[in-house]
């Protein structure tokens, strides 16, 4: 059974770090692409960053150069580090395990990768990023 199961969430101030866990089991976890969403309230999930199995990794616009995507395949873990938060970053995180291992970007080279390209995700861990 594929279980995938996040940790490290918190309340945290603008500018405060956060790193988020997300083990899994149940699958290969080395030959997988994974990636971590976000729900920001009243919106629809939006991914936030992917790691492919060759170690590729890409993130969206709006946490490039804060956030930074990781894998330990020896401990079946992604992670993600959450640097400069905002408040526009509060939210459920979620990981996802990809039925694809392809680039996470379109041929404009922006971020793209669609919920549809996944078929296992996490419960979620909370961030709030609040004064």
């Known amino acids: 059974e594929v279980q995938l199961v996040e940790s490290g969430g918190g309340v945290v101030q603008p500018g405060g770090s956060l790193r988020l866990s997300c083990v899994a089991s149940?699958?290969?976890?080395?030959?997988?692409?994974m990636s971590w969403f976000r729900q920001a309230p009243g919106k629809e999930r939006e991914g936030v960053s992917c790691?492919?199995?060759?170690?590729?990794?890409y993130y969206a616009d709006s946490v490039k150069g804060r956030f930074t995507i990781s894998r330990d395949n020896a401990k079946n873990a992604v992670f993600l580090q959450m640097n400069s938060l905002k408040p526009g970053d509060t939210g459920p995180y979620y990981c996802a395990r990809s039925v694809v291992d392809i680039s996470c970007s379109d041929v404009s080279g922006a971020y793209y990768s669609p919920p549809i390209e996944y078929d296992y995700w996490g419960q979620g861990t909370q961030v709030t990023v609040s004064s």
């Open positions: 149940g699958f290969i976890f080395s030959d997988e692409r």
């Open positions: 790691m492919r199995s060759d170690g590729s990794t």
